[in-house]
C-alpha cells in the first residue's frame, strides 16, 4: 500500500489547499458563479463532497455503490447536476463540515483497503492508488473553478503529476466515450513539471506521435479546464492532434470542455 499511501498524503494536501480558499468565505462568496456553466463555489465543492461518498461506498459497501451505479445509469445527462444541486443548497457551514467529515472518511477506508483491492467505479474497477489518484485529480480541477471564481491565483505543485498520470492513462477512453477507435500505437508524452522544470515523460521514446509541453496546460486540458488553443501543449501526428481535442481524465459521458478566452492563446 506504499504507493496508495503517497497518493493519499498528496490527496490529503490539496483538499486541504482547497480547504483554506473556502473555509473564511462571506456567505454570499459560496453563491459566486463559477467557469462551470450553473456552478457556484458551493456547487463544486456540493460534488466534491457527493463524489467522496460514492467513493466511500465502493470501498465499504460495493452492493449500495451498485445501486448508485443504477441510478446513474438512469440519469447519466443530470445525475451529477442533480448530485450538486442538493448539497449547494445546504447552508454553507454545513456543507463545509459535511465535506470534511467524508474526505476524511474516504482517506480512512482507502488507507485500510487491502493490498490489491479493486474498488467498483462508474467506469472501470479501480485499484486503490488509482481511486485515490482520481479522487486528487478531481479535487484539483474543482479547485481551479473555485480559485477562478475567486480570483485567486494557485501556485502549481508537483501533485500535478499524479493529474498527469491520469490524463495519459485516460487516453483511449477519451476516444472510446465518443464512440472513436482509439489509436493503434503509444505516444509519447513529454510534460515539464512547473516546480522543478523536470520533465516527465510517459510511453515509448521513439514513439513515432508526441505531445510535449508544460504540466500544468496538460492538467488543465485534460480536466477540461482551459480550451486547447489557449494552452503550449503541441502534438506530433495526426491521432496526437486528435487526442488533445477530446481529452478527458474523468469519467462519465464527454465533457463540453471551455470556450477558447477571448484574444488569448500561449
Same mark, same amino acid.
Given at each position: 500500500?506504499?504507493?496508495?499511501?503517497?497518493?493519499?498524503? /498528496?490527496?490529503?494536501?490539496?483538499?486541504?489547499?482547497?480547504? &483554506?480558499?473556502?473555509?473564511?468565505?462571506?456567505?454570499?462568496?459560496?453563491?459566486?458563479?463559477t467557469p462551470a456553466?450553473? *456552478?457556484?463555489?458551493?456547487?463544486?465543492?456540493?460534488?466534491?463532497?457527493?463524489? /467522496? %461518498?460514492?467513493?466511500?461506498?465502493?470501498?465499504?459497501?460495493?452492493?449500495?455503490?451498485?445501486?448508485?451505479?443504477?441510478?446513474?445509469?438512469?440519469?447519466?445527462?443530470?445525475?451529477? /447536476?442533480?448530485?450538486?444541486?442538493?448539497?449547494?443548497?445546504?447552508?454553507?457551514?454545513?456543507?463545509?463540515?459535511?465535506?470534511?467529515?467524508?474526505?476524511?472518511?474516504? #482517506? &480512512?477506508?482507502?488507507?485500510?483497503?487491502?493490498?490489491?483491492?479493486?474498488l467498483p467505479w462508474?467506469?472501470?474497477?479501480?485499484?486503490?492508488?488509482?481511486?485515490?489518484?482520481?479522487?486528487?485529480?478531481?479535487? *484539483?480541477?474543482? @479547485? =481551479?473553478?473555485?480559485?477562478?471564481?475567486?480570483?485567486?491565483?494557485?501556485?502549481?505543485? /508537483?501533485?500535478?503529476?499524479?493529474?498527469?498520470?491520469?490524463?495519459?492513462?485516460? %487516453?483511449?477512453?477519451?476516444?472510446?466515450? &465518443?464512440?472513436? @477507435? +482509439?489509436? @493503434?500505437?503509444?505516444? &509519447?508524452?513529454?510534460?515539464?513539471?512547473?516546480?522543478?522544470?523536470?520533465? #516527465?515523460?510517459?510511453?515509448?521514446?521513439?514513439?513515432?506521435? %508526441?505531445?510535449?509541453?508544460?504540466?500544468?496546460?496538460?492538467?488543465?486540458?485534460?480536466?477540461?479546464?482551459?480550451?486547447?488553443?489557449?494552452?503550449?501543449?503541441?502534438?506530433?501526428?495526426?491521432?496526437?492532434?486528435?487526442?488533445?481535442?477530446?481529452? =478527458?481524465?474523468?469519467?462519465?459521458?464527454?465533457? +463540453?470542455?471551455?470556450?477558447?478566452?477571448?484574444?488569448?492563446g500561449r
Amino acid at each position: 500500500m506504499s504507493d496508495a499511501l503517497s497518493v493519499l498524503d /498528496d490527496l490529503r494536501s490539496e483538499s486541504e489547499e482547497l480547504d &483554506r480558499l473556502v473555509a473564511e468565505l462571506a456567505q454570499e462568496r459560496w453563491a459566486l458563479a463559477t467557469p462551470a456553466p450553473g *456552478w457556484t463555489v458551493a456547487h463544486q465543492i456540493a460534488h466534491l463532497a457527493w463524489t /467522496d %461518498r460514492a467513493a466511500l461506498l465502493a470501498a465499504t459497501d460495493p452492493g449500495a455503490f451498485a445501486a448508485e451505479v443504477e441510478k446513474a445509469a438512469a440519469a447519466p445527462g443530470s445525475f451529477v /447536476d442533480e448530485g450538486a444541486e442538493e448539497g449547494a443548497a445546504l447552508p454553507p457551514a454545513e456543507l463545509l463540515a459535511g465535506w470534511r467529515s467524508g474526505r476524511d472518511r474516504l #482517506w &480512512r477506508a482507502l488507507s485500510e483497503a487491502p493490498a490489491g483491492a479493486r474498488l467498483p467505479w462508474y467506469g472501470p474497477p479501480m485499484a486503490v492508488p488509482s481511486m485515490a489518484t482520481a479522487r486528487l485529480m478531481e479535487t *484539483w480541477a474543482h @479547485g =481551479q473553478d473555485v480559485a477562478d471564481a475567486l480570483g485567486v491565483p494557485r501556485t502549481p505543485t /508537483d501533485r500535478l503529476r499524479h493529474v498527469a498520470r491520469i490524463g495519459v492513462r485516460t %487516453r483511449d477512453f477519451a476516444f472510446a466515450v &465518443r464512440g472513436l @477507435g +482509439a489509436p @493503434g500505437e503509444e505516444f &509519447r508524452v513529454e510534460l515539464t513539471s512547473p516546480v522543478t522544470g523536470e520533465v #516527465w515523460a510517459y510511453g515509448p521514446q521513439d514513439a513515432r506521435q %508526441r505531445v510535449t509541453g508544460p504540466a500544468l496546460d496538460f492538467c488543465l486540458l485534460v480536466t477540461q479546464r482551459a480550451h486547447r488553443t489557449d494552452l503550449a501543449l503541441r502534438a506530433e501526428g495526426p491521432d496526437a492532434d486528435r487526442w488533445l481535442s477530446l481529452a =478527458q481524465a474523468f469519467a462519465g459521458p464527454p465533457g +463540453a470542455g471551455r470556450e477558447p478566452r477571448a484574444g488569448a492563446g500561449r
